[in-house]
Structure formats: C-alpha cells, structure tokens
C-alpha cells in the first residue's frame, strides 16, 4: 500500500520539462521529456524519435502519435549534466533541418548508451507492492 502511494505521488508530481523513462510494448526503452502537463495527463515526447505520447497520471499511455504501448517505469532526477544534455538533444532532434544536424556529441553518444541503465536501477515503487 505504502509503494501505492509513493507510485501516484511520482506519478502525480510529474511537471513540465520532467525527462522520464517509459517502457514500450516490445520492451524497449524510451527516454521522454515532458512538454506539457495538468491534474489529470502528461504529454511527452521520444526524445530520439520526437514521437508524442499521452499518459494518464497512472503512468500509462492514453494515446501515442505512431500507436503502441508506453508505461512510464521512472521518474527519477538526471544528474545535471546528463538533464542538460538530454534537454539540447530533445531540441538538436526537433530543430533539425538536414542529416548533418543530427550528428551526435560525444556527450549525447554516452547519454544514450547510459540513460537506461540509470533509470532502471531508480524504478518508480511497483503497482502491486505491498
């Protein structure tokens, strides 16, 4: 009950400009910014793919722009450094004009190949824990 309740106030306290980590219906990491929040729904975006989602504050997607399932799994802080870098490659991938623009930093080459390995070990309380 008590991991129920930290859940939903994770879940709840989720805001605008929030980068989380959901989890796709195949098993597939995905690291999301949050553009746009309210008391009942959060909208984020693939920061690679740029593709949008809705989640209800249940953490499960509602809507997503290509289909498929989403269900966020973290919500826990980025170290500022690697936030800074997610936040630049969020707007490097939606402000692209040419293939030369998405030329990776090396910086954001090792966000990508840590952020998951971060969230995971900061999992939000499970749904079913007592």
């Not at 920061?47 to 509602?62: H, I, L, M, N, Y």
């Amino acid at each position: 009950m008590l991991a129920s309740l930290a859940r939903a106030r994770a879940l709840k306290a989720i805001k605008t400009g929030d980068v989380i980590f959901g989890i796709g219906a195949s098993g597939d990491g995905k690291l999301l910014l949050v553009y746009d929040a309210n008391e009942r729904s959060f909208f984020a975006r693939h920061v690679t793919t740029q593709t949008w989602a809705e989640f209800g504050r249940d953490g499960k997607s509602r809507q997503i722009e290509s289909g498929g399932r989403c269900i966020i799994v973290s919500t826990a802080l980025l170290p500022s450094e690697e936030y800074r870098i997610a936040i630049g490659l969020d707007n490097k991938m939606r402000t692209a004009k040419d293939l030369a623009d998405l030329r990776l930093s090396k910086a954001e080459k090792q966000l990508l190949l840590s952020y998951e390995e971060f969230f995971r070990a900061h999992p939000l309380p499970s749904e079913d824990a007592a």
